[in-house]
């Protein structure tokens, strides 16, 4: 029986959520799987990856096949490099020891890439936020500049009117006269 890691698709239309699979091959894209290995959201940004690293390296020790994508997400978490580390300890390279000092430091490595991504998303999204608020504000300093312009103009036109209701009655005072 062909075995391969792959993606199951769950979710709702428009908002995909996939668990990783270990799967026959035979069987339909949604349907019986092996094994549950994780799940992978791409709706999040950095996409949100739960694998579980040794229950992968297993199935890819035993002949698994992973799907381009799940090869993808399978790298980024680390199994690949961990079945690969392994292989040099089957063929007596380094110890179990050794191979799990690289794993580590390859770990810690990609954690760090990780995290300044993320830093460098929140310093984005702090940036657009001073910026809309920067935007806003120049918004609102125009309108309340307009609306000292409409005031003043409604004032001297009541002042014009008041003048003009004055002068109108000094008229009718000299008519009378």
Known sequence: MPVRIRLQRHGKKGKPFYWVVAA????????????????????TNPATIDLNVDQ???WLENGAQP?????????????????????????????????????????????KS???????????????????????????????AAAAEVEAAAAAEATEGEEAAAEGGEEATQEEE
């Open 67 to 111: 799907s381009d994508t799940a090869k993808k997400i399978l790298s980024y978490k680390g199994a690949l490099m961990k079945h690969h580390l392994n292989g040099g300890v089957r063929k007596g390279a380094f110890n179990e020891e050794e191979a799990q000092k690289r794993f580590d430091a390859w770990l810690a490595e990609k954690e």
């Open 114 to 144: 990780v995290a300044s991504k993320e830093e460098g998303l929140a310093k984005e999204a702090e940036a657009a936020k001073a910026k809309a608020l920067a935007a806003e504000k120049e918004v609102n300093e125009k309108r309340a």
């Open 56 to 58: 992968a390296v297993q």
């Open 24 to 43: 026959d091959s035979r069987a339909k894209r949604d349907g019986k799987f092996l094994e549950k290995l994780g799940t992978y959201n791409p709706n």
